[in-house]
């Protein structure tokens, strides 16, 4: 299984809404990254989970918060968003968070901010 | 002196031509770069990489070439097919768990 899921996959939120974007790999990867997309934008990187320890932060606003409960699943909660947070979230995953790993992405939620 | 291809945000080719997608990248310390194909409504999916002590490597119809020395990438795809238009990303890294995307190329390929 070299599958990445992610739901939900649209989400339509207002800006005092509180929302959670899922992922879930079972490839016995041991880290795990979330990256924002704008359209036609390549992805940036948001966070790095490594052996579920938050191992990289890119100065994200606090109205982004990870977590990552087990080694399969990391979540992404949202609150309190502005319209300008309307992108694609990718999800992806890696064997362990080196530096000459690939990383297998999922299919992305699409998030709008109203 | 030495050509460096442009990148170029589109490229359009006829079925069964070879296409050229080029990537600049920043950080003369990269060790390991990828490229990506991101087709609508999904996510990146990984072709072909290429660390930094090789200057060429081959996958199925595709090739990556690296040019350390101005720091350049290039994809060739050969016998372009309809199914390879997407929208191309090279990525470096140069740091535990973090890749840096390049601009990407949309491909399109005319049957």
């Known amino acids: 299984d070299t599958e990445v899921t992610q739901t939900p996959k649209h989400l339509v939120m207002g800006m005092t809404n509180k929302k959670s974007l899922k992922c879930e790999q079972h490839?016995?990867?041991?880290?795990m990254y979330w990256y924002k997309q704008k359209a036609k934008k390549p992805p940036e990187l948001m966070f790095v989970?490594?052996?579920?320890?938050?191992?990289i932060n890119e100065s994200v606003p606090s109205r982004f918060s990870p977590e990552c409960p087990n080694s399969s699943l990391l979540n992404l909660h949202l609150h309190a968003l502005q319209p300008e947070d309307s992108a694609l979230y990718l999800c992806?995953?890696?064997?362990?968070?080196?530096?000459?790993?690939?990383?297998?992405f999922g299919p992305g939620t699409r998030l709008l901010v109203l | 002196g030495e050509s460096v291809g442009l990148h170029l945000p589109t490229l359009s080719v006829q079925e069964g031509d070879n296409s050229i997608i080029n990537c600049a990248y920043s950080?003369?310390?990269?060790?390991?770069f990828i490229w990506y194909k991101q087709e609508s409504g999904k996510g990146p999916q990984f072709i072909i990489d290429?660390?930094?002590?090789?200057d060429k490597r081959q996958g199925q119809r595709v090739t990556v070439l690296l040019n350390k020395t101005v720091k350049h990438l290039s994809l060739q795809i050969a016998a372009t097919q309809p199914g390879d238009s997407a929208v191309y990303f090279c990525a470096e890294k140069f740091d535990a768990g973090k890749s840096t995307f390049g601009d990407g190329t949309t491909l399109t390929v005319k049957p």
């Open positions: 992806a995953s890696s064997l362990a968070g080196g530096a000459q790993e690939t990383q297998y």
């Open positions: 490839m016995g990867h041991r880290a």
């Open positions: 950080n003369s310390a990269s060790d390991y």
């Open positions: 989970y490594s052996y579920e320890k938050l191992s």
């Open positions: 290429i660390r930094s002590n090789m």
